[in-house]
């Protein structure tokens, strides 16, 4: 997951940001062992060449937004889906 900072000082979404955090860590707990952690999570900015190296080894990418629609993200990863092709899963609402 790569949840690229928005709005810090807003206190509502400090709060979800905890939340997430949270349930992050209690996953990665309950599942995780020394060799493998469930979920790996990103809570930053990624540069372009990072970005795309993480797309492409993705093996699928899921788009819940409900407001921004069907944004880059969705055709970032399909265009550098070259060596085997992700799934793509987008909400209802994108």
Known sequence: QIAV????LVPGYQKLR??????VAFI????GTLGDIPV???DRSC??????ALYFVADAL????LRDGMN?????YV?????SPGVLILSEFT
């Open 62 to 65: 899921l788009v819940t937004s």
């Open 79 to 83: 265009a550098c889906q070259v060596r």
């Open 28 to 31: 990665n707990g309950q599942f």
């Open 18 to 23: 905890d939340s997430v955090h949270r349930q």
């Open 5 to 8: 900072p928005s709005r810090t």
């Open 72 to 76: 880059l993200v969705s055709f970032e």
């Open 47 to 52: 540069d372009l060449t990072e970005l795309c």
């Open 40 to 42: 790996h999570y990103l």
